[in-house]
Every structure is written in C-alpha cells, then in structure tokens.
C-alpha cells in the first residue's frame, strides 16, 4: 500500500514538472516570435542611433562637408558663377568674348571693321612714274591676302639710304580709313622732287623700301616690303608723299 503510494506521488510530481517545462516553453517561443515581430517592423534608419565616422560614413570632400543631407552632392566648384535666375545674366565667372569686340584693334580712331594693318607680309607694293603731274609717282599696295587689311594713315616711304622718310600732304588726309579686300588695291601719291627745281640735297637711287604703319599710328607695323624701281630715280628736299586713298586719280591730285 505504501508502495502504490510513492508511485502515485512519483507520478504527480513527473506530471508537475512536465507542465512547467511546457509553460516554460510556450513563453520562450511567445517571446521570440514577438521579438521576430518587432524585428519585421523596424525599418533601417530610424534608429535613433547615428553611424559613427569609422561605420562607412562618407568621407567630406576637400574643402567642403560631405554630400548634403538630401544625399545629393554638391557640384565641384569650376570658377564660374552663373548668371541669375531672375534673367539678370550678372555672371562673374568668364563669358565669351563679344565678337564685335574681338574684331577691333586696340587704339585708333577708326570705327570701322577691324581687320590687320596692310604691311609686307600680307601685300604687295609697286611704285610707278606718272606722266602728270610732273615729278610724281604713284605707289600702290595690294593685298595678296585671305582677309582684308587696313592700309593705314600714310606710307612711311625710304629711298635709297635716307634715315628719315618724306613728309605727309596733310590736304590729302581722306575721311575714312582705306580697307583693302584681297586682291585690290590702296594708292598713294609720291611728290619726288620740286617741278622748279627749288628742291635742295637732290640724288639718284633705285631702291625704295615702304613701311606700314598700325592702327595706333605709333610708327611702323609688320614686315616692310620692296617697291622695285624699273630706273634710277631722282629725289630731293621736297619729297613728300600723300595719305593712302581708296582711288588712284585721288592720289594724284596733289
């Protein structure tokens, strides 16, 4: 009788013990499966914790932070600012040059199209006797060019070894600046020596050299060029030259 008793009590407390794992075991997997739940929630980012530097942060650019907050980086600095968006157009960084401008030569009077100073690399020079008026020559320069050229103010002329060049007819001086397009021609009149023989220092050569002069007027411009004489020619004191001209009848008048 004591015997069935044990048993009994045997199995009570088996039976007690197997009930409490069982409780045990529903809670743990309540818990887990809660802690699934939640984890399924959570979404990235919204940790109130922050990624530290060493957590693959980006790294800040040189002279600058790193992209802004919206993710975007922010454009490399090139120098240039663009214009406004009110349609001000007050850039500061470069712009592009105004073609009108970048036609125009520095200094001068003339408004005109700018193009280059006629000189000896882009023109030829020839110098001829005239029948009328007496003592004169005409010298023409013609550009054998691409591009058209300004033959400026007046012809610095030499003949044979002179150091100074022939004075300018001022009377002769034309309104506008003469523009040569490729292939035609610019004139000017050369007085070589008094028709009454007032002239003083008189000689002969055949050579004569023409220098150009620049837009600023400043002096002589570019490469000179030869003006070959076909006879000796006679110059003296009042050798003077004129102002090129667009005509050579104009050339001729003084």
Sequence with gaps: MRHLRLNRAARTSALGTAALIAALSLTACQDGGQAAADASVATPGTSDTQPSADAGAPAPRAGG????????????DTGQASGSSSGSGSATGPTKADPAAATRQDGGKDTGPVTRACDGGNSKVTLTPVSRPLNHMLLTVT?????????????????????????????????AVVTVLPGESAYAGVMTSSADGSGTGGYSTRKAVVHFQGRDGSGSTGPSANAPLSKAVYVDST????????DMDDALVY
């Design 65 to 76: 932070a790193a992209g802004s907050d919206s993710g975007e980086d922010s454009a490399p």
């Design 143 to 175: 550009n054998t060019g691409s591009t058209a050229c300004n033959a400026y103010y007046y012809p610095f002329l030499r003949f044979g070894e002179a150091q100074s060049t022939p004075p300018v007819i001022e009377e002769s001086k034309p309104q």
């Design 239 to 246: 050798l003077a030259v004129t102002y090129w001209q667009t």
